[in-house]
């Protein structure tokens, strides 16, 4: 697909996730085959008043190119002058997020609230267009609630304002993450506009990734919480969507492997004070699924430096072998 002058080709995307989708599990989705990221979501308003948090969020490695950074916001103006502090990092893409749907965001009128007002959301993207020397995408979901689902005529207000491309997830707001998403929206979407869209919701493996590219015809499939723990998820939709090929869910060494790498990244990124206090969550999802992983997911909510995640690596690679001997004995 093509967002403006930015080419995607094949695979799915990696979407943007608060508190998840940092520099680091960023570049581990994109070695395994991911074909474009938007960061997490950032404060338009936060980066006019200087914050170096907000900043921090911005940054981009040569690894995850072409990317998008994501901003978020209320004010037409505010957001369209955050956009000239995001080119700092140079983006390929500027995102604009019109669906989150956290209280502390779409509660100040920003987020998924945006979908309330269409005619802010178009100011919006007409002024973040106008200032923006790199395409412009919006992401937002199905519609705030059952009695206003308005996803058709955002993504028609949307295409007129400028939007390069759009981004929809098949929820509402007051659905958050609860399943199951709406593929049949995106389908009508996808039919009603000429600009590229992305496909996003319940998307978890290559299977569903096609189906989704079948049933809706969107452009590109966006995977989110699929992805937590199983950034390899990349590489397997890649396969199934080429040729038909069924990789395997990698065995518990390569997976520890893949996450000990990761943690390093976000030690060298963030530093080891916040780097071990985000892991724990993202060492639980690598070990999700195991039987009698119970303990291994407390020891993972303790990690505080590499060498505790190594010991949670070795633990998880000692259960699965018993597992897996135990599964030989019982035939």
């Not at 990092?89 to 995102?95: A, L, Y």
């Not at 199951?180 to 506009?193: G, S």
């Amino acid at each position: 697909m093509q967002i403006g002058t930015v080419s995607l080709t094949g695979g799915a995307a990696l979407a943007p996730m608060a508190g998840v989708a940092d520099r680091a599990f960023r570049e581990i989705c994109r070695s395994f085959g991911a074909v474009y990221t938007v960061g997490e979501m950032v404060s338009a308003r936060g980066l006019l008043q200087g914050s170096g948090k907000s900043e921090e969020l911005l940054v981009m490695g040569p690894k995850e190119r072409p990317g998008a950074v994501q901003l978020f916001g209320d004010d037409p103006e505010t957001l369209a002058r955050a956009v000239d502090v995001a080119m700092k990092f140079q983006p390929e893409v500027i995102d604009l997020n019109m669906g989150c749907p956290a209280p502390k965001i779409a509660g100040n009128k920003a987020g998924a609230a945006l979908m309330k007002d269409p005619d802010l959301a178009a100011r919006i993207i007409r002024g973040v267009k106008a200032a923006s020397p790199v395409p412009v995408t919006v992401k937002f979901r199905k519609g705030w609630d059952e009695t206003s689902v308005n996803a058709l005529e955002f993504a028609k207000m949307a295409q007129e304002s400028g939007a390069d491309a759009i981004a929809l997830h098949g929820r509402t707001r007051a659905q958050m993450y609860a399943p199951p998403a709406d593929w049949e929206i995106i389908r009508q979407v996808k039919a009603a506009v000429s600009i590229p869209v992305m496909g996003n919701g319940d998307v978890d493996s290559p299977q569903a990734a096609k189906r989704m590219l079948e049933s809706t015809g969107c452009d590109l499939v966006m995977v989110g919480r699929g992805a937590l723990g199983r950034p390899w998820l990349f590489g397997q939709v890649a396969a199934f969507l080429r040729d038909g090929t069924v990789l395997p869910e990698p065995p518990m060494g390569e997976r520890m492997e893949v996450m000990l790498r990761q943690v390093a990244l976000m030690a060298a990124y963030k530093g080891d004070r916040i780097a071990f206090r985000e892991a724990r969550k993202h060492c639980g999802w690598y070990i999700t699924g195991m039987r009698g992983a119970a303990a291994l997911r407390r020891q993972a909510g303790t990690v505080s430096c590499l060498e505790d995640v190594k010991q949670l690596a070795q633990a998880a690679i000692r259960l699965a072998e018993e597992n897996n001997q135990g599964e030989e004995e019982a035939i």
